[in-house]
């Protein structure tokens, strides 16, 4: 694909290991170096919570595609994972902004925030992959709105975004994207036949990996 020699250059062992775990994924799944919408989305949603992902995962999609030709390369998906890894927080905010910026007019609307808070909250309590949350969408959305659009004109700048968020650890962990929901690698299928010498663990109750 010709492209890992552009890749950020960040310090640390770590760093790069987990970058080029990405990259084997990324190849694996998609050969090309390329990948659409409707690919994207059924990765993302074979590893999530199915259907209920999908609107989450296009504008994940959206997100990504940063020329807008409507396929995200190999370049686009790293140079994101990467900022979303490693970057400062600064850097995370204003990409998660681009998230909630439906239309890229700059500016956050009340009813672009609840359509991806409505998207995350759907997702999140069918895959069950966060304790439950006090508050709904329309809550959250309202909580984080009085808390940042300061000049009360309805729509939350950039600035607004990143310096509420900075002061603000709970709306913080709201609105900053987790790589991992972004993976292209579908699960492994289970194994329907196990060996017989391991038969004897089909009966232990399963142990709880959900995040807490």
């Not at 439906?102 to 925030?113: C, F, Q, S, V, Y």
């Not at 010498?197 to 807490?212: K, R, V």
Request: net charge negative; charged share 25%.
């Amino acid at each position: 694909m010709g492209q890992a020699a552009t890749l950020p250059c960040r310090k640390g062992g770590t760093y790069i290991t987990e970058l080029y775990e990405w990259f084997r994924k990324f190849t694996n799944e998609c050969p090309s170096g390329l990948i659409t919408m409707h690919e994207f989305r059924r990765h993302f949603c074979d590893g999530t919570a199915g259907v209920e992902s999908a609107e989450y995962a296009e504008q994940i999609f959206r997100t990504l595609d940063n020329n807008g030709d409507g396929v995200v390369d190999f370049r686009e998906y790293v140079t994101a994972i990467s900022m979303l890894i490693a970057g400062s927080s600064v850097e995370k905010l204003r990409w998660s902004f681009k998230l909630y910026d439906k239309d890229k007019d700059g500016a956050i609307t009340r009813g672009e925030m609840l359509e991806i808070m409505q998207a995350v909250y759907k997702m999140s309590v069918a895959a069950s992959i966060t304790k439950p949350n006090p508050l709904t969408a329309e809550e959250c959305t309202n909580r984080i709105f009085v808390r940042l659009d300061k000049d009360n004109n309805a729509i939350i700048s950039l600035e607004e975004f990143i310096q509420g968020a900075l002061d603000d650890e709970w709306i913080r962990e709201m609105l900053e994207c987790d790589p991992n929901t972004m993976m292209v690698e579908r699960p492994p299928k289970p194994d329907l036949h196990p060996a017989a010498g391991d038969m004897h663990l089909q009966s232990a109750p399963p142990a709880n990996n959900q995040n807490q």
